[in-house]
């Protein structure tokens, strides 16, 4: 009997949990084996619910409801003392909130004009050096920095200039933070258009577009050395960048892999292994792909430049959760395989990626 099957890693879904509204985000909460479920009640107000991994299931330890529903979450600009929660909701509302007192925030700004599509956060949970801070994408097709020890004022505003035409951000990321004064954002948009901001000289580094609506971005880490930077987008394509080797003419060398028969939603990589990374897809699926590296990562070319050279993907493994998109998924920092996601058909998903520490 062939033992090749159970040679690959496996994607389980350990747990099922159906809900009453529609979930737009879930992340972990640092260093504990609860997580924060955010999303949109039926009738338009905002859902946030603390569930806990207990033995062979989850239980919900808190909720509450808010005026305004909540699209998108993230934990990574809290120091981990603190773990407080950044949101952005359907107002354009940016919230810092308390998971212990969930009456009212500890802080609030009118960050956009529009719905809250994307945020990300560095220098918390002592991921990437310098100040904390938080990115925020809106449909009004601004991205903005925000400290939370500055209230009302983003620290940075990239928009349209005046007589632009404003596109839909759908997705930013922090990266390149391996010191005090470097910073970067990636920054996607709803007609293809890929942008990199440098937080340091405060201009737009590079930019490029991949055809298709970009729907999720992520670098393989925000702590070091702009290293990969993975794009997923409308087609069911994703972009792998090697951004450690610029050329002037061609700018970042890049794969496109077909992953998967529809949108791919999001990416994420494996905190304990930065070349492992999962992909979410619209028709309910997951796939789990490797990044190979080529022998050389670079090449001279004959006017003296250098450019780079992409390796390649592999996908280890794939399996179909759902019958609607998978909207948000993230792994955990401290258990390696460990996940939870959501989905449009209204469940929440634990779930457990096998044999990640022999990948």
């Known amino acids: ?64 409801e808010k005026p305004v529903s909540f699209k998108c979450g993230t934990f990574n600009a809290s120091p981990m003392y603190q773990r407080h929660l950044a949101t952005g909701d359907f107002k354009g509302n940016l919230q810092l909130w308390n998971l212990e007192k969930l009456g009212t925030p500890v802080y609030s700004a009118r960050a956009h004009e529009e719905i809250i599509n994307c945020i990300d956060g560095v220098g918390g949970l002592g991921i990437g050096e310098g100040a904390p801070e938080i ?21 940075a ?17 922090f990266g390149n933070a391996h010191n005090a004064a470097e910073r970067c954002i990636a920054a996607g948009y709803d007609n293809g258009d890929l942008k990199l901001f ?54 970042y060398s890049s794969l496109i892999e077909k992953a998967h028969k ?24 997951l796939c789990l792909w490797k990044y190979n590296y080529p022998g050389s990562r670079s090449r001279t070319l004959d006017d003296g430049e250098s450019e780079g050279v992409m390796g390649t993907v592999t996908q280890l493994q794939n399996i179909t ?22 989905a449009f058909d209204q469940n929440l998903r634990v779930i457990l990626v096998t044999k990640t520490n022999t990948l």
């Not at 009453?20 to 905002?46: E, I, M, Q």
């Not at 737009?204 to 930077?229: A, H, P, Q, Y």
């Not at 948000?328 to 258990?335: A, G, P, R, T």
């Open 198 to 251: 440098d937080l340091r000289t405060m201009s737009l580094r590079w930019e490029t577009n991949t055809k298709s609506g970009v729907c999720d971005l992520e670098f393989d880490r925000r702590d070091i050395m702009m290293n990969k930077l993975v794009a997923t987008s409308l087609e069911g394509k994703f972009h792998v960048y090697d951004m450690r080797t610029f050329n002037s003419k061609k700018g």
């Open 262 to 285: 529809s949108t791919i939603w999001q990416v994420k990589h494996l905190p304990q292994n930065r070349d492992v990374f999962i992909t979410t897809g619209g028709s309910g699926s």
């Open 135 to 155: 990115v925020t994408g809106s449909r009004d097709g601004s991205v903005k920095v925000w400290d939370p020890r500055q209230r009302d004022v983003p620290v």
């Open 321 to 342: 959760l759902s019958s609607q998109p998978i909207s948000s998924f993230q792994w955990n920092l401290d258990k390696p395989g460990l996940a939870v996601c959501t």
């Open 157 to 173: 505003k990239m928009e349209p200039v005046e007589g632009e035409a404003s596109r839909d951000c759908w997705t930013v990321a």
């Open 1 to 64: 009997m062939s033992t090749e099957p159970f040679e690959k890693p496996q994607i389980i879904a350990h747990v099922q949990q159906s809900m009453t509204y529609t979930l737009f985000d879930a992340k972990w909460v640092p260093c504990s084996t609860k997580f924060v479920v955010l999303g949109s009640h039926p009738r338009n107000t905002g859902a946030l619910q603390i569930f806990e991994v207990t033995k062979g299931g989850v239980n919900m330890v808190s909720e509450c």
